[in-house]
């Protein structure tokens, strides 16, 4: 516990403070407090000031139903209106997107040409599609200027978009796809990485194999690969977007109406198609990118997530385009041609803002230490990490080289539930601390709470985050399945015998009341920031058909943050004869039911699994083993416990 109180406190750079939106800590406190005695008018007053309403609310939270919560009641708006249209009058010359390609290729695209191609797009789905208000439209496509305009374009007829991560494989698409129940799917032929093309057309027309929901499927032609059409099925969007209209009403939207799913891994097999509405996710992605980035109007702000992930819906598209920023969008990797592409684009357009992942950041002290000072880097002001607890090496480098100990490092803590961040230092407020994610924001009743009596825990002591009331952008409802919304957001923790929102992270609070976030608490992994359910990984590698049993668990690693470790157990008992040729089957395996983001770094092949006498797999016991720790648990009572020191034989000789 001493890491953590000894912990170096940097405070916000003092030029940067006089002009931020919140300014010092009062400020800070000021809004929490009018927060806590007036909830309901807090967030009345934002949804008033920062939103423009097509029809004004009538009220502002109606708990009646809890946990099925609503926000801004009666009012009407459009996402995509909030996101362009407003921003005409004043900004219409204004680039609401940058877009760099793989290649080097640049784009610039004012808010007036993100207006004409949107509507181009609406009108296209709308009248070659017959896209609607409700329907699902899925969209697995690569990180380019078409995918952003898909997604407003959904938002703009009411659409519910559904975005798979480009790196899911066909099955994981197929999955996603049936469950969304998607009548269109929007892709590209492929796209560009480390300048040689890649396809994802390919995988669309995989997975559609056997699927009956999707009619019709567009093409952005993007790398001019060939690829295979299907009558009356795949269309070309570079050719049916040119007779369109530039110009297609926005759909009045009401405030619960849905804005998109997006699925994401949870302790179970099948990934949760999490739920977010119009009005309440706008607003908080508006606020947070006013308040945690503090992006002013002449500022160029660059998140390289993908836009296949919550950060690119919130934080490259939604978040920015709502407050009428520059975007800056990014095709490539950001280790190629070297680790300094990244400093180079900082260069280039004079970055101000710069957000990414503890993985982007390891990779990029590992392999390019010196590279931030051969460029001119000083526009920067805020940097941004997310996705997963950042190390203390990782977080010294990035302020002092990346951010020449100027720039506030905003540790951001969130997730695919959230919406928007909940626990994040405020650059021109908050004293920071090397990885840890500070306070909750103003508006976010965000508490520790001990499981077993739902009180606060006390310093030092380790709890459950979770949010104590509903805030706007919080989940609405896991698609088609109201009860495991229940189950897997509010059955764990009460507060005053009332249900709170667990997210699912252990936390723990310094002396000063800081929280510092330490992991899942469930059988989730964070491999390089991005979520993978331990089951849904041994759900793949069952179905090779030589795999009697499997455990998959999390074991630290040096780039990504955590691997993924997995022991199996094989029907065939005559041992495994090449190792590496059976860890490359089960990966494919793996690569065919997910995609490469689960291929497993570790597999043991064991003689067994150590389990309880009731048959329970003891977890704990193969995460030890895993990090090469001493096993410390009675191990007398296993079902067979001579299989834990074969086990731990095999994994030292590895
Ligand atoms: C983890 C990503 C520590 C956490 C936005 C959470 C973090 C999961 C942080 C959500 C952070 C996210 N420090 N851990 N700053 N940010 N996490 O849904 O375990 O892809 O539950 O959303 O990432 O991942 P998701």
Known sequence: MSEIQTKPVFKPNKEFAKTARIKNMCEYQALQDEAMENYEGFWGRYAEEKLDWMEPFNEVLDESNFPFVKWFNGGKLNVASQCIDRHLESRKNKAAIIFEGDRGDKQIITYLELYYQVNKFANLLKEDFGVKKGDRVVIYMPMIPEA???MLACARLGAIHSIVFGGFSA?????????AEAKVVITADGAFRKTKPYMLKPVVDAALEGCEVVEKVLVVERNNEDVEWVAGRDYSYNELIKDKSAVCEAEPMDAEDPLFLLYTSGSTGKPKGVQHNSAGYILWAQM???WVFDVKENDTYWCTADIGWITGHTYIVYGPLAMGATTVMFE??????????????VEEYKINQFYTAPTAIRVLHKTGEDEPKKYDISSLKVLGTVGEPIDPPAWKWY??????????????YWQTETGGHIVSPLPGATPIKPACATLPLPGIM???LDPETGKKVGVNEKGYMCVTRPWPSMIRGVWGDPERFIKSYFGDVKKDDKAVYFTGDGAIYDEDGYITITGRTDDVINVSGHRMGTAEVEAAIKKHWNVAEVAVVGKPHEIKGEGIFAYVVLKSDN?????????KIINSHIKQEIGNIAVCDDIVFAPGLPKTRSGKIMRR???????GEEITQDISTLEDPSVVEKIETMVKSK
Request: charged share 35%; aromatic share 6%.
């Open 288 to 290: 947070t990118m006013e």
């Open 621 to 627: 016991i193969l995460r030890s083993i895993a990090k």
């Open 332 to 345: 490539g990797v950001i280790t190629y041609p070297d680790a300094g592409r990244p400093w180079k684009m």
């Open 171 to 179: 099955e994981a698409l197929r999955d996603r796809i049936e469950d």
């Open 446 to 448: 965000g508490e520790i």
């Open 148 to 150: 952003a305009f898909a």
């Open 399 to 412: 302020y002092e080289e990346v951010g020449q100990s100027k720039c506030a490092i905003v540790d951001t």
């Open 575 to 583: 041992g495994v004869a090449d190792e590496i040729e059976e860890m």
